[in-house]
């Protein structure tokens, strides 16, 4: 048994799966109490009263070749959340086991903790080097019950990518101790390269892929968990056996067709440019004392003070938007996250701030 294995909670590993209806078109299914026929406005391929396939094939094929791993190397899953909850359940024993995320970060890496029964351990980021990961602190911190160690690049909410060294020596130093997920929702918006080229080497590294974002998938609920094939393994134990509804795979195929890959690129350029738009001028807005610098689809601002920070929020939500009240965050405590809209509504934002 790897050490990848041993790390995981040893009743999961010990588990049988649940042994879910065979999946062979070839032959009639009389083995899964379906219905024989299908209803008048299914509008799917496959037919909705069929339990859709277990990670299905293609569908996984077609995700590994997007972010260029083996299809053993992953798992689909309901989303990204999906993923962290998974991971969770599968490395953390409650009562004695951690999960170490490093605020201010995206919240679901402590819900996931809470529901499982897992310790948090936080080691802040540095928000006087621009957000950068503490290195040292993170280390240190790592003692053996910490099983998971939660990065996101591009973070949210504070928009920066974390150093890519960095996050590697991280990595070699979790050998044998721990596994690193980088949660990489953002990473189209960041013009650089994701870690994904590193699961082969290091396989202590798991990195978290969605299309919800620069996708535009959110609604239709679909990410990856990209790691050892081990590590795949066991979360397929973990997940709930027809996790991924057939509108959903079939969404997906389609729009993960040719041609789509140039409509990406397309979108990220308009989001990043209207992102260096917004940012200037909300700079320029006399309620903001700072916009950072963000690789996301989004912008962290810190307000001048706590009364402009709420003032902001009224008049945004006057003008029919919703902005992101950051202010219960240590740290961010006059902080605000908007996320890059259509020109129009960007420009709606300002004119209302002004
Ligand atoms: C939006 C977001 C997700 C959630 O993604 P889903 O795939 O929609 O579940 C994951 N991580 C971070 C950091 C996010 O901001």
């Not at 009263?49 to 995700?63: F, K």
């Not at 009562?95 to 995206?106: E, N």
């Not at 819900?111 to 080097?129: H, M, N, S």
């Not at 790592?142 to 939660?150: E, M, N, P």
């Amino acid at each position: 048994m790897s050490w990848l294995t041993q790390l995981a909670r040893p009743d999961i590993v010990a588990l049988a799966a649940y042994e879910h209806a065979a999946w062979l078109p070839e032959l009639e299914r009389l083995h899964a109490n379906e219905l024989p026929w299908r209803c008048a406005a299914d509008p799917t391929l496959a037919g909705l009263n069929r339990y859709p396939e277990p990670q299905p094939r293609e569908l996984v094929r077609r995700l590994a070749s997007l972010y260029g791993v083996s299809p053993a190397q992953l798992l689909v899953t309901r989303g990204s959340d999906d993923g962290i909850d998974l991971l969770t359940r599968a490395f953390c024993r409650a009562g004695s086991d951690a999960l170490l995320a490093c605020p201010p970060t995206f919240g679901m890496y402590a819900v996931a903790a809470g529901i499982q029964g897992a310790r948090l351990v936080e080691v802040p980021l540095r928000a006087a080097a621009g957000f950068a990961l503490d290195e040292a602190a993170l280390l240190a911190a790592c003692s053996a019950a910490v099983k998971l160690v939660f990065l996101c690049s591009p973070n949210n909410p504070t928009g920066n990518l974390l150093s890519r060294a960095a996050v590697l020596r991280v990595a070699e130093k979790l050998d044998g101790r721990a596994l690193l997920v980088v949660d990489e929702a953002y990473i189209e918006f960041a013009g650089v390269a994701s870690l994904t080229e590193h699961v082969d080497k290091l396989p202590q590294l798991v990195v978290l892929r969605t299309l919800s974002k620069a996708h535009g998938l959110a609604g239709a609920r679909c990410g990856a968990v990209i790691a050892a094939p081990e590590v795949i393994a066991l979360l397929r134990k973990v997940i709930s056996p027809y996790a991924i509804s057939q509108l959903t795979v079939e969404c997906v195929m389609s729009f993960l067709a040719a041609g789509n890959p140039a409509a990406l690129t397309e979108r990220v350029a308009i989001i990043q440019a209207e992102r260096a738009r917004l940012a200037e001028e909300l700079g320029r807005l006399g309620l903001i004392a700072r916009v950072w610098p963000s690789a996301a689809n989004f912008l962290l601002v810190d307000c001048r003070d706590v009364e402009a920070a709420a003032l902001a929020l009224r008049l945004s939500s006057a003008a029919g938007l919703l902005i992101r009240d950051l202010r219960r965050l240590p740290g961010l405590e006059a902080a605000l996250r908007i996320s890059i809209g259509t020109r129009a509504q960007n420009d709606r934002l300002l004119e209302a701030l002004r």
